[in-house]
């Protein structure tokens, strides 16, 4: 997919599995979003967790175009506006508050907003959001929790992710709330310092095809 994500049910819609990838060093990020893109995943999270960050999305938005490379971990609005400005195509964040939920919409960008709780859904469904990051998924009930959602909020779609597996990803893949689940199995640290590209391709096409 190479045109921009123009609401959230656009980046749940990019692919079965959303990449969640931590970049310590920026020099590895376009070869590691080829990589992913290679295996059929275009959308890619990068989260805010360290310094290389912001710089890595900013390769990757220049330099891999046919990527849709979004920021992760977005926790404040200054961080939303870093990420709009490095040139991040959507933005997650782990939980949401009003004034972190009105910074990401300020940006124009599409956003997963992060959820634990029926209340904190609600919250984001009175507000016009409707496609939301379930967050930490395994600790916080699951795909249990999700299936029970399904009755009285069924206009809402999640991105689950923590603590998720290849192994379970099917599991939340088949509730027809979840749009896709996020995922870190496959771009774990030592296949990245390694540069084992070729592995994390092989991993990818795994994911595409769940």
């Given at each position: 997919m190479t045109t921009?994500?123009?609401s959230g049910a656009d980046i749940l819609d990019l692919a079965p599995v959303m990449p969640v990838v931590v970049v310590s060093d920026a020099e590895t990020a376009v070869p590691l979003a080829r990589a992913l893109v290679a295996g059929g995943l275009p959308g890619i999270e990068v989260t805010l967790r360290t310094p290389a960050a912001l710089d890595a999305i900013g390769r990757i938005a220049a330099e891999v175009p046919e990527a849709v490379v979004g920021a992760g971990t977005v926790v404040t609005?200054?961080?939303a506006s870093a990420a709009a400005g490095a040139g991040a195509r959507f933005l997650v964040s782990p939980g949401c508050t009003d004034g972190l939920v009105s910074a990401m919409a300020d940006t124009g960008l599409p956003f997963l907003p992060g959820v634990g709780t029926v209340s904190e859904a609600m919250a984001l469904l009175e507000r016009g959001v409707s496609e939301m990051k379930f967050f930490p998924a395994e600790a916080a009930g699951g795909a249990a929790f999700l299936k029970s959602l399904a009755g009285p909020l069924p206009q809402v779609r999640f991105c689950p992710t923590g603590g998720i597996t290849a192994a379970s990803a099917s599991t939340y893949l088949a509730l027809p709330n979840v749009g896709c689940v996020g995922g870190s199995w496959l771009t774990s640290s030592d296949l990245v310092s390694a540069g084992?590209?070729?592995?994390?391709?092989g991993l990818a096409r795994e994911a595409a095809a769940l």
């Open positions: 921009n994500p123009r609005t200054e961080q084992d590209w070729d592995r994390i391709t």
